[in-house]
Nanobody, 129 residues
Framework: QVQLVESGGGLVQSGGSLRLSCAAS????????IGWFRQAPGKAREAVAC????????YYPDSVKGRFTISRDNAMNIVYLQMNSLKPEDTAVYYC??????????????????????WGQGTQVTVSS
């Protein structure tokens, strides 16, 4: 049974950092396309980071580029989202998502979230000003 469990969210001051974790079970993250998304109250879901199945490509929207980094720990079967220089507008529920191996690029994953087969339950990130 495939399962994704996010953790690491919380309250942080503007300019601070958080590292979100997405623990996977039932599959190997090393071979899956992975995405991190967020949704703030009253706003549409937004992609913040994606990595292709092979790891050959990563994608970040301009809103987080240079501040967020997606990575995989294949030994632990965990995907991370390192978030630095956090801003109040980063406040949202953050979700990780996974898709079985494909040739999709990271850009395609982030711009087509419906392709992801599996989603976690989300973790709240709140950035105070």
């Amino acid at each position: 049974q495939v399962q994704l469990v996010e953790s690491g969210g919380g309250l942080v001051q503007s300019g601070g950092s958080l590292r979100l974790s997405c623990a996977a079970s039932g599959f190997t993250v090393a071979h899956y396309g992975i995405g991190w998304f967020r949704q703030a109250p009253g706003k549409a879901r937004e992609a913040v980071a994606c990595i292709s199945s092979t790891g050959a490509s990563q994608y970040y929207p301009d809103s987080v580029k240079g501040r967020f980094t997606i990575s995989r720990d294949n030994a632990m079967n965990i995907v991370y989202l390192q978030m630095n220089s956090l801003k109040p507008e980063d406040t949202a529920v953050y979700y990780c998502a996974a898709d079985p191996p494909t040739s999709y690029t990271a850009t395609y994953y982030c711009t087509n979230p419906l392709v992801f087969d599996y989603w976690g339950q989300g973790t709240q990130v709140t950035v105070s000003s």
